[in-house]
């Protein structure tokens, strides 16, 4: 069976592609570091696919453990997410960038190679055309060919990358290369099960409006002096959901090239279209029908006016437009900042095996992540009770006083929350993923001690948590 790997496929644009890929029918294998990103995206992932997604724990600037993977599996096509992306602390840490984003690529071309896999799609970014201004005539919409000039670290390793590659194919014309320049991506899944997780004050323009809608944090609009409709500066933004869509638009175009046929070329993922930040904050309080507050500031350093692709490349070869608007990014985003209050994802580091004592509550863990079973008291729920035969990507994860255990059957994505209110008891409730802030316990606890004749919402703890 053949295989299509995708590195960084827990994280927000990789999950959402993965998702695409398995509805496409693409069998997909995982690696991930879960450095900016949590293993509770595969779980999900799983649950909307309804299917098992092989994950590794890899980073890859690890090339022994990148090789064992490949060991492991045939690929036909690699999708290469990982990567850091965040402009300003590449500039603070250019080494930590080139480190991880250059020789984590490196080291994965030679394994690809070393193993006789000659297919990539990579994530390029918008970025390597810098300040577009800087070139005589007229550059918007950018197509392909303009010229290339990063302005910040994070730019140059995905042009650096992109170099690599280009050098990769000119000594051996079997590549197959998809560099895919992305404009901004934004939104979240409909389901409201994915979407970005960013680790403290998010850096971009979309996550940042969520948040302060929520009440947290503050918004400044960078200038409003721009040369535009409003004075704000115009960006192409593009539904995460569209951007999955042209990666598989892109590998079923380097699957459809003929025998024997290479190719490596670039193409941007965008809508064609540029909305001013104004116009995106006012699409956003329509979204949340919450009045989001803001103050205007002086221009952002490395801020230019305007970055619209030009998409007739990919409409053309790819058979691809971006169908969905901002409107609708911003309306999915919201469901998923409702459903996750906290920003994003909640497990704070991976997952936590629990002592196989003989304790009140015990989560058996197998080889591949699953959960072989959950005993409760003297239950055992296993098998058919809980329907483990069609249970999916379990994630064990911290909370603030105890933890939670998150998967999905056939029907439900769920959440046990395991509360400790004191170090002999603990409180076991069920949740929808997704829906933990919202206040269904009662309800939802009634049909736990129905399903599992559980009398009572405290139960005895005996076993330890071990972390691994
Ligand atoms: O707090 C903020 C944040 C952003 N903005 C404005 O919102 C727009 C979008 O800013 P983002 O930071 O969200 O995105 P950028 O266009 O600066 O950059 C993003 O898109 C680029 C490609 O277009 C690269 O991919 C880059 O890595 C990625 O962060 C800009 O006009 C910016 O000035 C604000 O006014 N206030």
């Not at 896999?117 to 007229?138: H, N, W």
């Not at 892109?250 to 001013?276: M, Q």
């Not at 906290?342 to 304790?359: C, E, H, K, P």
Request: hydrophobic content about 35%; some cysteine; overall charge negative.
């Amino acid at each position: 069976m053949s295989f299509v790997l995708v590195t960084g496929g827990a994280g927000y644009i990789g999950s959402h592609t993965v998702v695409e890929l398995i509805q496409n029918g693409h069998q997909v294998v995982i690696v991930d570091n879960l450095s900016n990103s949590s293993y509770d995206s595969i779980s999900r992932i799983e649950y909307l696919t309804r299917s098992k997604v092989p994950f590794h724990k890899v980073d890859l600037t690890d090339y022994s453990g990148l090789d064992a993977v490949f060991d492991q599996y045939e690929f036909k096509t690699v999708l290469h997410f990982a990567g850091l992306k965040a402009v300003g602390e590449s500039a603070r840490n250019p080494l930590k960038y080139h480190n991880n984003n250059v020789i984590g690529s490196i080291n994965l071309l030679r394994t690809m190679q070393s193993h006789g896999c000659k297919s990539i799609i990579f994530s390029s970014s918008a970025t390597v055309y810098g300040d577009v201004t800087r070139l005589e005539g007229q550059r918007i919409p950018i197509v392909e060919t303009c010229p290339t000039q990063p302005t910040n670290p994070y730019g140059q390793t995905k042009l650096a990358v992109e170099n690599t590659l280009r050098d990769v194919f000119a000594a051996d014309q079997q590549w197959r290369i998809a560099i895919l320049r992305y404009f901004n991506p934004i939104g979240a899944h409909s389901s409201g099960l994915l979407g970005e997780n960013p680790h403290g004050v998010p850096d971009n323009l979309l996550p940042l409006i969520a948040q302060v809608a929520s009440g947290r944090g503050k918004f400044s609009v960078f200038g409003t002096d721009y040369d535009s409709v409003d004075g704000t500066p115009i960006r192409d933004y593009v539904h995460v959901v569209d951007l999955a869509q042209g990666h598989v638009a892109a590998l079923h175009h380097l699957d459809g090239l003929k025998e024997g046929t290479g190719i490596c070329r670039e193409w941007n993922l965008g809508t064609g279209t540029g909305s001013t930040v104004f116009e995106v904050h006012s699409s956003f309080e329509r979204a949340s029908n919450r009045k989001v507050p803001y103050t205007v500031a002086t221009r952002r350093p490395g801020d230019v006016l305007n970055l619209t692709a030009d998409v007739s490349r990919a409409a053309t070869e790819l058979g691809w437009r971006a169908r969905l608007t901002v409107d609708k990014a911003c309306d999915d985003l919201w469901l998923w900042t409702e459903r996750h209050p906290s920003s994003g994802y909640q497990n704070v580091d991976g997952r936590v095996r629990l002592s196989s004592a003989t304790g009140a509550i015990k989560v058996q863990i197998g080889a591949q992540g699953d959960i072989e079973s959950i005993t409760i008291g003297t239950q055992r729920l296993q098998g058919t009770r809980i329907q483990f035969k069609n249970l999916y990507g379990p994630a064990v994860r911290r909370t603030s006083n105890g933890f939670a255990v998150e998967y999905a059957t056939d029907t439900t994505p769920i959440v046990y929350q395991f509360e400790f209110q004191s170090e002999s008891r603990v409180c076991f409730t069920l949740y929808e993923i997704g829906a933990e802030s919202l206040p269904r316990f009662e309800q939802v606890f009634e049909a736990v001690s129905e399903k599992y004749a559980c009398s009572s919402s405290t139960f005895e703890i005996v076993d330890e948590m071990v972390e691994t």
